[in-house]
Nanobody, 121 residues
Framework: QVQLVESGGDLVQPGGSLRLSCVAS????????MDWYRQAPGKQRELVAT???????DYVDAVKGRFTISRDNAKNTVYLQMNSLKPEDTAVYYC???????????????WGQGTQVTVSS
């Protein structure tokens, strides 16, 4: 089995910063692309940032220049550094990772349980 656990969500004032972490654990052979998604109340879940196993990055326009995604392959961890936070960044943030388990040949997507980020004065 594989498990993804996010942490780092909090209540922060506009203009503040947070760093989210997502750790993958279990019977892991390798990890491919890792993503951060978010879902605000009453809205669809949206892709925020992506990092491939080769280190290529992509961001939704709304967070470019403010958020930075990174990963530590030795720790099976993906991070999301969020700066200059705005009230519209308020959402539950989820990580997703494509993982190949030991003994398997294919990658499949796994999701974390989410961490709440609230930006408010």
């Amino acid at each position: 089995q594989v498990q993804l656990v996010e942490s780092g969500g909090d209540l922060v004032q506009p203009g503040g910063s947070l760093r989210l972490s997502c750790v993958a654990s279990g019977s892991i052979f390798s990890i491919g692309t890792m993503d951060w998604y978010r879902q605000a109340p009453g809205k669809q879940r949206e892709l925020v940032a992506t990092i491939t196993s080769g280190g290529s990055l992509d961001y939704v326009d709304a967070v470019k220049g403010r958020f930075t995604i990174s990963r530590d392959n030795a720790k099976n961890t993906v991070y999301l550094q969020m700066n200059s936070l705005k009230p519209e960044d308020t959402a539950v943030y989820y990580c997703r990772a494509y993982i190949r388990m030991n003994g398997n040949y294919n990658y499949r997507a796994y999701w974390g349980q989410g961490t709440q980020v609230t930006v408010s004065s």
